[in-house]
Nanobody, 124 residues
């Protein structure tokens, strides 16, 4: 049974950094991609980043390229999202998403599973 736990959100000033973690287990497929999408109040859901657990292939939304870095530690079954140079527009609830089917960027997959989310607030 797929299980995952998100952590690492919080309040940070503009220009600051945060690291999100998603610890996942119970995969039922050889294909696993894990990533994040976010949602701010009154805005549409936005994909942020994904990583293929097997080969390390990554995807980033244009809005976070050069500022966010996704990585994995397969020994710990954990994916990290390092967020630097944070902006107020990065504020939102960040959801870890796990895709075990493929064919889509993980945060766009209709087959993805996601958790409760963690709040990220960028404000002075």
């Amino acid at each position: 049974q797929l299980q995952f736990v998100e952590s690492g959100g919080g309040l940070v000033q503009p220009g600051g950094s945060l690291r999100l973690s998603c610890a996942a287990s119970g995969f039922a497929s050889a294909y696993v991609a894990i990533g994040w999408f976010r949602q701010a109040p009154g805005k549409e859901r936005e994909g942020v980043s994904c990583i293929n657990i097997s080969d390390g292939t990554t995807n980033y939304a244009d809005s976070v390229k050069g500022r966010f870095t996704i990585s994995r530690d397969n020994a710990k079954n954990t994916v990290y999202l390092q967020m630097n140079s944070l902006k107020p527009e990065d504020t939102g609830v960040y959801y870890c998403v796990v895709d075990q089917v493929g064919g889509y960027v993980c945060y766009d997959s209709p087959f993805g599973s996601w958790g409760q989310g963690t709040q990220v607030t960028v404000s002075s």
